[in-house]
């Protein structure tokens, strides 16, 4: 019994030591307070990423249909050309598979009742020929053509526990009225308007 109150003598003496010990304490503050700075260290690196990625698709967006609206005619290497230029904008991001960048140019034109139908449509996901496309009121005017161009980019995080780990689809539009003539015909001219 008497070995038994020593030790405990002994240990109630340790407690008041151990509690004004310092010597481990930055170490464990450090043990805890590590994984939230990674996390958000590398939320920051793959939110600002998916904000210049979001960015460049607005721009490629807007560039398919800016360089598109700017011809009178246009034939498959045009476009193809189009769509080459505008992928160089999304520089360094992958864009090698179709699963991460859609893109396509669509010519539609708004009939007297103002509804916008699809003349032709070249790209990534194509759009038929004769389907109603919804258009911003502003853009509705009777008789007129429209240059569409649509961009969807599924971006995959580096690190997907921050982030989406199945990726985020970002896409944008773009609309342009033909610049040089009433419309643009494809695939040649004898197309017309």
């Given at each position: 019994?008497?070995?038994?109150?020593?030790?405990?003598?002994?240990?109630?003496?340790?407690?008041p030591?151990?509690?004004?010990?310092?010597?481990?304490?930055?170490a464990?503050?450090?043990?805890?307070?590590?994984?939230?700075?990674m996390?958000?260290?590398?939320?920051?690196?793959?939110?600002?990423?998916?904000?210049?990625?979001?960015?460049?698709?607005?721009?490629?967006?807007?560039?398919l249909?800016?360089?598109?609206?700017?011809?009178?005619?246009?034939?498959?290497?045009?476009?193809?050309?189009?769509?080459?230029?505008?992928?160089?904008?999304?520089?360094?991001?992958?864009?090698?598979?179709?699963?991460?960048?859609?893109?396509?140019?669509?010519?539609?034109?708004?009939?007297?009742?103002?509804?916008?139908?699809?003349?032709?449509?070249?790209?990534?996901?194509?759009?038929?020929?004769g389907?109603?496309?919804?258009?911003?009121?502003?853009?509705?005017?009777?008789?007129?053509y429209?240059?569409?161009?649509q961009?969807?980019?599924?971006?995959?995080?580096?690190?997907?526990?921050?982030?989406?780990?199945?990726g985020?689809?970002?896409?944008?539009?773009?609309?342009?009225r033909?610049?040089?003539?009433?419309?643009?015909?494809?695939?040649?001219?004898?197309?017309?308007?």
């Amino acid at each position: 019994m008497r070995s038994i109150s020593k030790m405990w003598f002994r240990l109630t003496r340790a407690v008041p030591d151990l509690l004004a010990d310092r010597r481990g304490m930055a170490a464990v503050e450090f043990a805890f307070i590590l994984p939230v700075m990674m996390v958000m260290l590398f939320g920051t690196v793959e939110f600002s990423s998916a904000i210049a990625i979001d960015r460049k698709v607005t721009l490629m967006a807007r560039t398919l249909s800016d360089l598109t609206s700017q011809a009178t005619t246009v034939s498959s290497t045009d476009l193809t050309n189009f769509f080459a230029a505008s992928t160089g904008i999304m520089t360094p991001y992958p864009t090698t598979a179709s699963t991460i960048l859609n893109s396509t140019i669509t010519q539609l034109y708004v009939d007297s009742t103002l509804v916008a139908k699809v003349k032709w449509s070249q790209g990534s996901l194509p759009i038929s020929v004769g389907t109603t496309v919804s258009i911003p009121s502003t853009l509705a005017i009777a008789d007129t053509y429209l240059i569409y161009s649509q961009v969807t980019y599924k971006y995959m995080p580096t690190v997907g526990y921050v982030l989406a780990k199945a990726g985020i689809t970002m896409g944008d539009t773009a609309f342009t009225r033909p610049r040089q003539s009433k419309c643009v015909a494809y695939p040649d001219s004898s197309s017309g308007c």
